[in-house]
């Protein structure tokens, strides 16, 4: 029988299979990579897809003229955006509307958009407070009853949902969604109601970049 072994040249240790046939592996914080310079990333969806453009998704919109907010790839670095937190606030809000306003007709659609894939929906009919609160999954968690997932003075002094999506614990992405580096790359909401009925209506994207 051919015995065979994995030895790491420079330190000479070998790789080891236990009984069970397993072999022991570290899960690094990262996607593998040669570069080491891993940056931390954050980044509100704008109306241009840059940092400089405008956050506030309270806009006049419709489903024949929707708005769009996003964050766009980077000319030199992939991006990897883990987590989105969102915030809907509105004085005396609760789940089953947007903010205190009547639920969205047409909604909020949540995109990835790439030149290889076209737009791939996330989530095409984002209307009430309780869908965001439902595509994160609830999390984070807090409150009960009537105030469940509803956090107080979050702008000035009115009530807000602000859910937080997880690609990692929602899809099983570990590191989020790439937003490939020199790309077309888009994460992207598309508004298309009337969003000026509430207080405060925006988000933030949270990952790496490499």
Request: a negative charge; glycine letters at 16%.
């Given at each position: 029988m051919l015995k065979v072994g994995v030895i790491d040249p420079a330190n000479k240790h070998q790789l080891s299979i236990d009984e069970d046939g397993t072999i022991g592996v570290v899960v690094h914080p990262h996607p593998a990579t040669d570069d080491t310079n891993v940056l931390p990333f954050s980044q509100s969806f704008t109306d241009t897809g840059i940092s400089t453009g405008d956050d506030d998704m309270q806009v006049v919109a419709s489903l024949a003229s929707p708005s769009e907010f996003w964050i766009q790839a980077s000319s030199s670095r992939d991006i990897f955006i883990k987590t989105v937190s969102i915030e809907i606030s509105d004085a005396s809000a609760t789940l089953n509307k947007f903010g205190n306003i009547t639920a969205l007709t047409n909604g909020v659609e949540f995109l990835h958009s790439t030149n290889d894939n076209g737009e791939i929906t996330i989530n095409g009919s984002l209307k009430s407070n309780f869908d965001f609160v439902r595509?994160?999954?609830?999390?984070?968690?807090?409150?009960?009853?009537?105030?469940?997932?509803?956090?107080?003075?979050?702008?000035?002094?009115?009530?807000?949902?602000?859910?937080?999506?997880?690609?990692?614990?929602?899809?099983?992405?570990?590191?989020?969604?790439?937003?490939?580096?020199?790309?077309?790359?888009?994460?992207?909401?598309?508004?298309?109601?009337?969003?000026?009925?509430?207080?405060s209506f925006t988000a933030i994207g949270y990952g790496i970049q490499i």
């Open positions: 595509l994160a999954q609830g999390n984070p968690s807090f409150g009960d009853g009537a105030g469940a997932f509803r956090a107080g003075n979050v702008s000035g002094t009115s009530e807000g949902y602000i859910p937080v999506i997880d690609f990692s614990l929602v899809f099983g992405m570990p590191y989020g969604i790439r937003l490939r580096k020199a790309t077309n790359d888009k994460l992207i909401f598309k508004v298309q109601d009337d969003t000026t009925g509430v207080d």
